[in-house]
């Protein structure tokens, strides 16, 4: 018997049909003598519905004031979900009693549409649980100092699914999806890709990082941080299978480093191709060129990834970074007219099409070796890399995008992801 | 310039297109110098559509843990219009902010999907009023001192609206509605009929207890405790008609008794069929009698109108009443199994073809011969007369319910209603 936190996704609670499989299942879970938490995402669908009754009435979003009222707004389509849950728990004979982020309270700042968790009051929630009750609470959403609603973006349901484990030092925080686990790298990819029955929370930041959809990065950053086991599972399989089956199933991000895991040295391949390359050329080679080509891009808001500063030559060197596409020509153009006159130099390059493969494993730390291997698995298909980055427990690297499927089936292959764990 | 509320039904909300209407006619409030508060609906049929997502998952509703999640449920209805309403009136360039029951907050008791509002606390409205902002506010709902969410029952936006402008004390509050005014009877029934430019409270009380669908009772009720004046006028005239006919538009519920509405003897005339009629006959003539009959009634809950008994011939007497026509069958099936043995009579009689038609008026406390000139026009249109009740400023007469339109006819030409206001 232990405390248990459960989360739904809105494709789980996209009906009432499904919504009463979620309140099956979570009954199976109660009646196995845990105490229970849910947090159930807003129906699919329904967010982007009032969002876009929204955008028909002011298509400018700039003003805080609007802002508020959009959190407003998109706060209702959990308040549904929970009160539509609670009720479905107590159709299969359960007590249940649902609470919207302000009635917890779940505090967050006032930064509206993406607000930040401070704290969650867990004394109300423990009186339900004592009491017997099913608590159901609203995801993605919280209240300021000030009782002003707030949202917490996109995804956030698990952001507050993992905050209300750790505010209730749960046992176990199981986030229920349209994925049965994390892969060793994308099945679409490598059909030979494998389910990791468990990895690290660290690794999964940069899994999560590297556009993996299976979890939003602030929740993981969350169970990092409260240490709190997150267990991504599927919601696809029957409510009704046993229920200890399904407590292993799916995979289990941990905060120890176990001995298992010290025996995987790279966990998975992560991939993306959002985004683009720019380098400098021949700007003079004196402290400040970093934060004169930074420093100018991050006022404008544009976020950098990769940067790479090559060894100098003559007093000049080059200096490269990635930003997301979607940046790529504003950044450019800022770099033209802001930043280059000042460096003495005009050339500049770019290139959109290329894409960022990593090997991910915390296993790195300890073994040499790792990236030589990397490196040898991609010559050996011929691909040429461009930029290496390369963190305690990752190693990326950028390279033609048209390389992406064969350097990943490559690495997959070159590190035995496709063989059964040991 | 003064503090004025505006409340909108489901239908003037019903899309986006209808929301920016009212956003550009509260603007027009606005810029004319007033505090706005406003008190949207939900928009049509969402409420609607949640609770019947609620029956889905659960066809019973009987315990306070169901009606709880109910209203949980039911009044994100109310959040999603006002945080709709509060954007379209920014896109105006107004600046807006909204509040959801809970935040205001608009106390209530617990009893949920019924509640009543014990008190509003006006500081938050206050501070964003003096600080030029318009303020939207949810209909239907508060929050119980424990911070559960209470809605008010169908019908409640009114009585929130009335309540807020009672709780700050606004110059008027004005109903915006598809109909456009109160008329003197019902149209379809009287081509003739006429608004009312002005009604007292207590007029209109008796309209709406008659099945007048203009008003929700409580709101009548509580803006005649509260003396705040409510007019009643159309969402359907164009937004941008000038202000001072619009403020003088439909009409108004008055709490005081001006030399005016003293003229006029009758304001209108009320019906419905909804009633059944039930005389027991031969009963005793003793103390006690109406006791024993209507005590065992209003012990099974049913609702009980007229009530008539007549006078005692050899010691026994006939005692009539009305009943919904809906308790009809279960009121006899009561009466002859646990009443009626106990009078020593088993004479009962019924009739559920009759119709109820009042004549109501506050100037019929200070007139006399209202009632008899009442019933020398029913007679001349021979129409037998049932039943008959009268209070202060009403007198109704039980009929045939066949004779039901061309009663209301002759009593409205007959107290001179087709007549334009003097």
Redesign the interface.
Known sequence: MALIVHKYGGTSMGS?ER??NVAKRVAKWARAGHQMVVVPSAMSGETNR?LG??K???P?RS?D??L???D??A??GE??S???L???L??EGL????Y?G??VPVRTNSAYTKARIESIEDKKVRADLAAGKVVVITGFQGVDEK???TTLGRGGSDTSAVAVAAAMQAAECLIYTDVDGVYTTDPRVVPEARRLSSVSFEEMLEMASMGSKVLQIRSVEFAGKYRVPLRVLSSFTPWDIPIEEEAHSGTLITFEEDEQMEQAVVSGIAFNRDEAKISVLGVPDKPGIAYTILGAVADANIEVDVIIQNISKDGKTDFSFTVHRNDYARTVDLLKTKVLPSLGTDQIEGDTRICKVSIVGIGMRSHVGIASKMFRALSEEGINIQMISTSEIKTSVVIDEKYMELAVRALHRAFDLDQPES
Do not use: C, K, Y
């Not at 007590?95 to 649902?98: C, G, I, L, R, T």
């Open positions: 009432t919504i009463r009032l009754l929204a028909e009435l002011s400018a003003s004031a609007l508020r009222e959009l407003m707004l706060s209702t308040q549904v929970v009160g539509l609670a009720i479905a107590q159709a007590e249940a009693v649902s919207a302000w009635q009782g002003n609603i």
